[in-house]
């Protein structure tokens, strides 16, 4: 499991959003990825191999 990215969660909490140390730890990380995705915006998964090779097939590039 890949540990919690507390930097930068304090980075954007504190940097970008200018929250309180009490405002910051008082958020639960949901409260916290919903800041950031009314900032930064919802992020795309790159699709599965199976997908994009599906997609190539499909939609061919050229000619």
Do not use: C, H, K, N
Not at 14 to 25: C, I, P, Q
Not at 37 to 59: C, S
Request: glycine share 6%; aromatic share 12%.
């Amino acid at each position: 499991m890949t540990p919690f990215p507390w930097e930068a969660a304090m980075r954007f909490g504190f940097g970008v959003l200018r929250l309180s140390s009490e405002a910051f730890w008082r958020l639960t990380p949901r409260e916290l990825a919903a800041a950031w995705t009314a900032i930064a915006g919802e992020q795309v998964q790159a699709p599965a191999r199976a997908a994009l090779d599906d997609l190539m097939e499909r939609f061919p590039d050229g000619r």
